[in-house]
């Protein structure tokens, strides 16, 4: 299975070969091939930690699309959602109510 990559330029998204090698030479992490060749004519370097992260997104992205490819199952269980809205209790032990009993 391949990484699928996300262009930081034209927010496409690019399958680059497995061993993230085009005929031509390395492929990009951040830039797709058209994207990669133009910034690379224009002089252009792709930033390191963009890279970095751009590569640690996809890893993790294929590694979900190998599990759940790997076991259906989950997604049954991945489908149980908590039965209460989060937000609700927090909204009114805010600051503002007790202040102004206690003032
Ligand atoms: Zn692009």
Not at 19 to 41: E, F, I, L
Request: net charge positive; charged share 25%.
């Amino acid at each position: 299975m391949r990484m699928v990559f996300e262009c930081v330029e034209c927010g496409g998204h690019y399958l680059p070969p497995e061993g993230m090698v085009y005929p031509d030479g390395p492929a990009s992490p951040v830039w797709c091939s058209p994207c990669q060749t133009s910034k690379r004519t224009a002089g252009l370097r792709e930033d390191p930690l963009l890279a970095r992260l751009a590569l640690a997104t996809a890893r993790a992205a294929l590694a979900r699309r190998a599990a759940e490819a790997a076991e259906p199952a989950a997604v049954g269980r991945a489908d149980v959602r908590p039965s209460r809205p989060p937000l609700s209790r927090r909204a009114r032990s805010g600051p503002g109510g007790l202040r102004g009993r206690l003032g």
